[in-house]
């Protein structure tokens, strides 16, 4: 029915009651680069995948194997399954992807679901590094200050919300401030501190800056260059 | 079948024989003016949600708690049930929203349908604030002239008030006269005061001018400003 | 399956043997002014509706009461079942209208169809007002010369009169040369002359003059007003 | 399931063992040019049509009657099926009739497929006026060249030959040289001749050349304006 | 239920443990002319076909018969299966393409998946002439570099890799590098030898330089006149 399926090759029952983590590739890619820092330095096992209908057509080697666009991992110890998305799904199956995930999420009997975004820097008054937000069912409070009534919040993590609202999931909704322009480490460090505080783990950021600076210059760049190739490709020659 | 869905979180029979009330962000922004005023000096109670295929990606917290896009409330002492459409569907959407919403309405056996709507001041010729128009099963009368014979009503509201006729349920169309450029709260009272004598409400309308302001000037300036930022990450970094 | 319903709050069996008739907004709006001015003059009662997928967002007060875009009426005296489409369907929804109507019409068992259309008069050769054409089960003749050969007829009413062909109905479509650029109620008037004829009626032609002045100065300059007003606010404002 | 319909008003097993005609008005028009003629200096009866979801909205009077976009027609004494497309069916549903047609083709158990096409003349450089080409399963042999190897055959009768080669029915693609830019009757006339010799028929040819002019002269240039009429009408008058 | 479909005319049980081989028309046509060469070269017998909804409508004589976009050959000797793809799906079918192929190469239980593509040689920093890729289940490994970790690898050829992943098949990804806006016959010989050794093949490299020119000069050539032709036509000739 749905044209996003999650594909996991373990027991699901092994992830009941399990703490859910994911982030995006948006607002100084925040969301990505803690998700994925998270799933490197915990050694987390990959286990699934989220296949969509219009999957997007890149993969590579990361530190873990052959990387697909939405990788699903696991941390036994800590009992975190992890969502790290490497590219964004296309617009259009932004809700799909975000209903079928939370749906998944409530199928397997997860706890808590953690979402990591950022807000724009720019718009920030006073001295917090850090807003959040949650739903309903969620019971947890932050050293922080929430955000501010009618302040909105789009994209992707603001489907997750609602869907983990309606599906009545507790769901907390990390948002550091971040650099609208560039890859923010700095935001990432922020947010992996507090999931170190709630989560009770004890993960470095020190990595994180060089990682940022990697995936920013070097990622970043072939990407690019790569996707105006492709495009280009695309239109001057139809029968290829 | 329908790519609409409500979703409600209580007993449904105890909706039965309840008046059902909702408007729109057009002309004016009057419709939402109203029933957001009305949701929330009424302490209404959310109980449900309308959820789309193309569902739009925007949260925030309002006074009442995480919004959703199209919030159901219910009003226990007055048996209204209220959907608060916090921003319109996307125009594809609409006929389908319309078509499932009004068949759910029928569905519960709700006894009135109330369309808060707008008319654009510009084709104000007489002196009255506003006008009507009913479907067939309706009997009620207002001290207003009813809209002129071939005056076109067009968007969503047009289309609850063709299911409703289609559907054989009675429903009453406000049309206060507004200013189509910006947030119209006297419109919006002028509706609310109508409302207050249907419906034996005793609503104040003093903080709908201080609400109208705010969320002229910061929900909005907001919006546009995300929106802005959005569409031109969107088109920029066809990765992230 | 189909995308086009046919809503009818009577018993179909009454309609059996009865002729339909329809046309569109299309060569000087002539099918529209026709039948609008038959279901007025005649009193028809509005007995069901065509309801599509992407139905569109208008509706207004007629002389009979609410408008919905496409009205069906049944004349109990003469017999007759009348499509009154005030606006057209999108174009993508010509082929299925036509095919669910048609459809419908076949198993209703309606003895004759009767299509009323226009031609430009531009390419008007000779002295007579109207032309015609049939469909393959049709026995009538009229007064008038047939449709040239592999003179194209194109539009909403050619998929009625293919698909009337193709379902075996016998179907006549009444082309009276009309001005392409302004709603004309002299063509308009020749229609309604001949289906006096025909149907043995005595619908008097006076008024169609008003109305069709009307018609084309109220409604017309309406639409186009609140058109633009409509798509310019979808353009400008996304969240509303 | 499929987008496309075959409606035959005729019993099926008549039709078993026949030999299957078709062409399309590409490349000079030769495929609809020589399919035309036959049909009606060889008198066929019309027996179906071929229906699609996105129906051209076109239809006019022929010699042979109301004519519907596709008609299908019966040759009883030479035992043949032609399919006369009086019109290109939208490209986005060329796969979709073809694969429809060559199934219904495959299915009542035709002997042999003749496809009508053209080769663009200036691309010419031998002597010979038709190239041909053949599926695996057909056995005939003409004594003209067959296409050169590499060289690409596109369009609707493309995916005609494609079709019949997957579904292992015998296919014959006749290829005269053709002007690209006006309906060329000499290049449908060779065609018709190698057809005479193939199925023994005694078509004559002279009358195609008035046939192709009157064609070009008429029947384009009203298509061609009503055309723009249409399209003009479509964007200026968005209620009509 | 999916919008491609294999078509086999072979028992597939003779099929079990076979090794697939597929490329496209990407950077150089490398992986074209490579799987071209090679089934040319062992004389492979054509047994099936890739069928899509949106299918290309094009067809040539090839050396091998009557050639379909998208050719499945095998080699009962060496028991390869190879997908020959004369072009290139659209794009919106690449994920629906990679997908149905990956699920019936799994369904036929192949042995072993290799991938031919090509990387742009303005990236080249080393001597090696081609890297390489592979999933977690291949054991093979190559005397060439593996691809740099977080280099990209877009198009068909990283979906069909990245459904591989996915469903559990070992699959080698040969990347050597190549001229991007030419075909690159050199780099298609690379890969050959490369397959040559891993297949325990010796199919000679001598004609690839030939066919690459000719393909380059001729096919090409022709494709793009011919599109520009067809696409021409499509525009200006409404009713053709």
Chains 1, 2, 3, 4, 5 share one sequence.
């Not at 995948?49 to 990788?71: H, I, M």
């Not at 907390?172 to 992996?192: G, K, M």
Request: some cysteine.
């Amino acid at each position: 029915m749905s044209n996003v399926k999650i594909i996991i090759k373990k027991d699901l029952s092994n992830l009941q009651g399990a703490t859910f983590i994911t982030g995006f590739r948006t607002i100084g890619e925040v969301g990505y680069l803690a998700t994925r820092h998270l799933a490197l330095k915990r050694n987390m096992e990959r286990i699934g995948y989220v296949v969509t209908k219009y999957y997007r057509d890149v993969t590579f080697l990361d530190e873990y194997g052959l990387a697909t666009p939405f990788d699903i991992f696991y941390d036994k110890e800590k009992h975190l399954i992890l969502l790290l998305n490497h590219i964004l799904p296309f617009q259009r199956e932004w809700n799909d992807f975000a209903n079928a995930v939370i749906k998944w999420v409530k199928g397997v009997s997860v706890n808590n679901v953690l979402l990591i975004g950022a807000l724009d820097k720019r718009y920030k008054v006073g001295n917090e590094n850090l807003k959040w937000l949650k739903t309903s069912k969620c019971n947890m409070n932050l050293d922080y200050p929430q955000l501010d009534k009618q302040l909105l919040m789009v994209g992707p993590l603001a489907l997750f919300t609602l869907h983990a609202e309606i599906e009545d999931l507790p769901a907390l909704v990390l948002l550091p401030y971040a650099d609208r322009e560039r890859t923010d480490p700095v935001a990432a460090a922020t947010a992996i501190e507090v999931l170190n505080k709630i989560l009770n783990l004890s993960v470095s950021v020190n990595e994180l800056y060089e990682e940022a600076k990697r995936i920013e210059e070097d990622l970043q760049k072939q990407m690019e260059l790569l996707q105006r190739e492709l495009s280009r490709g695309g239109t001057d020659r139809v029968y290829m």
